[in-house]
T-cell receptor, first 112, second 113 residues
Framework: DQQVKQNSPSLSVQEGRISILNCDYT??????FLWYKKYPAEGPTFLISISSIKDKNEDGRFTVFLNKSAKHLSLHIVPSQPGDSAVYFC???????????FGGGTRLMVKP | EPEVTQTPSHQVTQMGQEVILRCVPI?????FYWYRQILGQKVEFLVSFYNNEISEKSEIFDDQFSVERPDGSNFTLKIRSTKLEDSAMYFCASSVSRQETQYFGPGTRLLVL
């Protein structure tokens, strides 16, 4: 099941720079997208979400962009901080149901 | 800030044994979920639960699995006869309503020997 894909398994960024995490999806029924952050041995922590009626949502250092025609979303973190180092998952759901379909995750490492 | 809690944090069991994983969702949430993550794989949806009944389930959620809300606070996942391949992290989540953000608990690591 590859409905949600995160093609970069890891990303390394210098502290203070921008981190850009990408996610692609194939199911055109998805209309709600979320980003979660996960530390080892913990559950996913909600970061930010976006509905398909929008193309951008911003919350502090985190901005999610949605390109519906390309079926692509991205998470921008600026400025990146060492505490942002974690695995980031994108997830999507379709209007008819509320199950989340997750991508495989991207491990972000922010170097001091 | 309200959190989803899960117990136990770790469980080791023998193949064929029954296990019950427990979750306390956030108190004003009405939708409850179980997900699992097998080591090295994606987080996978198992089941969603609303108004004391299953609202959606995946093909993983076969007859060996059941969910229950035995009282006003707990939400449980039972695996009747565990298999080796049930070894995974099991995450409980809850949301205020359908299409609202799902908040996850810390997980229960289940190891089936």
């Amino acid at each position: 099941d590859q409905q949600v894909k995160q093609n970069s398994p890891s990303l390394s960024v210098q502290e203070g720079r921008i981190s850009i995490l990408n996610c692609d999806y194939t199911n055109s029924m998805f209309d709600y997208f979320l980003w979660y952050k996960k530390y080892p041995a913990e559950g996913p922590t909600f970061l930010i979400s976006i509905s398909s009626i929008k193309d951008k949502n911003e919350d502090g250092r985190f901005t999610v962009f949605l390109n519906k025609s390309a079926k692509h979303l991205s998470l921008h973190i600026v400025p990146s901080q060492p505490g942002d180092s974690a695995v980031y998952f994108c997830a999507a759901s379709a209007g008819a149901g509320n199950m989340l379909t997750f991508g495989g995750g991207t491990r972000l490492m922010v170097k001091p | 800030e309200p959190e989803v809690t899960q117990t136990p944090s770790h469980q080791v069991t023998q193949m064929g044994q029954e296990v019950i994983l427990r979750c306390v969702p956030i108190s004003n949430h009405l939708y409850f979920y179980w997900y699992r993550q097998i080591l090295g794989q994606k987080v996978e949806f198992l089941v969603s639960f609303y108004n004391n009944e299953i609202s959606e389930k995946s093909e993983i959620f076969d007859d060996q699995f059941s969910v229950e809300r035995p009282d006003g606070s707990n939400f449980t996942l039972k695996i009747r006869s565990t298999k080796l391949e049930d070894s995974a992290m099991y995450f409980c989540a809850s949301s205020v309503s359908r299409q609202e953000t799902q908040y996850f608990g810390p997980g229960t690591r289940l190891l089936v020997l």
